[in-house]
C-alpha cells in the first residue's frame, strides 16, 4: 500500500518509512530534539575535561564518552573540528533504529579542577619531616612525588630547614600508604585542624630518619 509523507508527501515506493514519516523529515524530527550545543567543563590550568566527579585528557575518544552521557543516546564522532563536532548518533523513531548525523558546537566552561584549585589555595593535610642527607631526601622526593602524581595528589610546598626538608603533602591517606607500603618507619603527631561535616579534622606530621 502506497502512503505518503505527513509532512512532505513522498511516497514510500521512493523512501523508508518510519510510521507516518518518510526517513528524511523523520531525521529532521529526532536531530531537532538534540541540543545545539553541549557545555563540557575544563580546566583552565591543567587543561583536563572535568565531568561527573572525574578528570579526563583531552582526547577525541574522551570527547564523545562525555558527549553520549550527555546525549544519552550511543554517540560517534565522525568528525572533530576545534568546537565543533560532526555526530553520528543511534536512535528510535516508531520502535525502528535510525541514525542521525548532526553537527554541534561545544562549549568549554573554564574552571578549575579541585586538584589545581587546592595547589593553588596551598592546600595540604599532611608533612613529613625529611631527615638525613641531601641525596637520601631527594631521592626520597622523587619517589613519593611520582607516586602522589599518578593519583591526582602533590606535593604544595617544600620548605628547607636546618637539617632537612619539611614536605606539605595534598592527601593523608597517599602519604599514610606511600610511607606504609615502602616501609618507611615515621614518628608521627597530629594536630587538630577544626571540623567538617561533624568530623574532627587532624593535619598530620611525619618525622621521618633518613
Ligand atoms: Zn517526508
Ligand atoms: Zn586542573
Known amino acids: 500500500m502506497e502512503i505518503k509523507c505527513a509532512t512532505c508527501n513522498n511516497s514510500n515506493k521512493n523512501i523508508e ?34 565531568f ?29 573540528y576545534n568546537d565543533k563536532v560532526l555526530l553520528e548518533i543511534i536512535d528510535e523513531f516508531y520502535n525502528k533504529t535510525i541514525l542521525l ?44 612525588k611520582r607516586y602522589l602524581e599518578e593519583r591526582e595528589a602533590f606535593i604544595t610546598k617544600i620548605e628547607n630547614v636546618a637539617n632537612g626538608k619539611d614536605l606539605y603533602i595534598s592527601d593523608n591517606l597517599l602519604t599514610k600508604s606511600f610511607l606504609h607500603n615502602k616501609g618507611f618507619k615515621t614518628i608521627n603527631s597530629y594536630t587538630l585542624k577544626g571540623m567538617q561535616n561533624g568530623k574532627r579534622l587532624y593535619k598530620v606530621t611525619y618525622a621521618l630518619y633518613l
Do not use: W
Open 17 to 50: 518509512f518510519y510510521g507516518p514519516f518518510c526517513a528524511d523529515c523523520a531525521k529532521k524530527k529526532k536531530s531537532a530534539e538534540i541540543n545545539e550545543e553541549i557545555n563540557i567543563d575544563k580546566c583552565s590550568s591543567c587543561n583536563m575535561l572535568l
Open 101 to 144: 548525523n548532526k553537527e554541534i558546537r561545544i562549549r568549554y566552561n573554564k574552571r578549575l579542577c579541585q586538584v589545581c584549585a587546592r595547589k593553588k589555595g596551598g592546600y595540604y593535610e599532611a608533612i613529613i619531616q625529611a631527615r638525613g642527607s641531601d641525596e637520601k631526601i631527594d631521592r626520597f622526593i622523587n619517589e613519593i
Open 52 to 80: 561527573g566527579k572525574e578528570r579526563y585528557n583531552d582526547s577525541k575518544e574522551n570527547i564523545e564518552f562525555i558527549i553520549s552521557h550527555k546525549i544519552k543516546k550511543p554517540t560517534r564522532i565522525i568528525e572533530l
